[in-house]
């Protein structure tokens, strides 16, 4: 496993050791003593997701401003652009935001820690996407930002209007919305 650090410090890309050859691949997507020895992070996680999405949906950007989830995410069909947005205010990145590429086929994850926001774009024309994280799902605690907030000008990989969900095209711009302290 290799730590890929990202230009948001807390955000961590992940390349896991691939061991493959003509019959297929074999890799581990997550070993907690690793994980730990490499990151530095005790973690536990208690959900397990998995989404299936069209080509041109767009998800996000999404986070609970009570039980905050840290999440380790990554693509088992297709490939989506990943993207985590600082909403800490006291964060010397507040407000910024990191994007990658996740594929099947390079079988990287990253790691967004609870205080983001979190969305993806399917850049493929179907991809499943897995995630742990490390509180469960409150739907009452649930935030949207929208995903075309001016301020943030996330650079989408969109050639189109993306499809979104009623209640993600009804997301708040970062400066309206309930953000962490």
Not at 45 to 53: A, G, I
Not at 113 to 136: I, K, M, R, W
Request: charged share 20%; proline share 6%.
């Amino acid at each position: 496993m290799q730590i890929i650090p990202t230009t948001i410090p807390d955000i961590l890309i992940i390349e896991p050791a691939v061991f493959g050859d003509e019959r297929g691949f074999f890799f581990e997507s997550f070993n907690e003593r690793l994980w730990r020895k490499m990151t530095g992070f005790d973690l536990h996680f208690v959900q397990h997701n998995h989404s299936r999405s069209a080509g041109g949906v767009l998800r996000g950007l999404h986070y609970q401003i009570q039980q905050p989830q840290g999440k380790l995410v990554r693509v088992t069909t297709g490939e989506v652009f990943d993207v985590a947005v600082d909403i800490r205010r006291s964060s010397p990145t507040f407000g910024q935001w990191f994007g990658t590429l996740l594929s099947a086929g390079n079988k990287r994850q990253m790691w967004i820690p609870p205080g983001f926001a979190h969305g993806f774009c399917v850049t493929s024309d179907v991809a499943e996407f897995l995630y742990l994280t490390t509180d469960y799902y409150a739907p009452e605690h649930e935030r949207c930002i929208a995903w075309d907030d001016p301020d943030l000008a996330i650079q989408w990989p969109l050639a189109t209007t993306p499809k979104v969900s009623a209640k993600d095209s009804q997301g708040r711009l970062l400066k309206d919305a309930d953000l962490f302290s």
